[in-house]
Nanobody, 114 residues
């Protein structure tokens, strides 16, 4: 599986960005999808997950600000990020999981200036 993430960039505090991640797989619609992030010096952390059935879960730090969604017709998962804060600065990675197998995208950098 190949994952191509895009949409990162530099934004001011309070701004918005929309990340996209396109996957090359025939099993996209039955897979769970997630966004993770890793800030310098920190562990990679789960930001949001959407299951094959459409259930969503978020890290407490982004609840109410970020929204994960998926378009199975386009094999793409999105992360809409609003009200961005400097602490959201990180490399964001998408992942796709089916059973015990997880594949990762290359990451896209999000920088939020204060």
């Amino acid at each position: 599986v190949q994952l191509q993430a895009s949409g990162g960039g530099l934004v001011q505090t309070g701004g918005s960005l929309r990340l996209s991640c396109a996957a090359s797989t025939r099993v996209f619609d039955i897979s769970n999808l997630a966004w993770y992030r890793q800030a310098p010096g920190n562990e990679r952390e789960l930001v949001a997950v959407i299951t094959s059935g459409g259930s969503k879960n978020y890290a407490d730090s982004v609840k109410g600000r970020f929204t994960i969604s998926r378009d199975n017709a386009k094999n793409t998962v999105f992360l809409q990020m609003n009200s961005l804060k400097p602490e959201d600065t990180a490399v964001y990675y998408c992942s796709i999981s089916l059973g015990s197998v997880t594949s990762w995208g290359q990451g896209t950098l999000v920088t939020v200036s204060s």
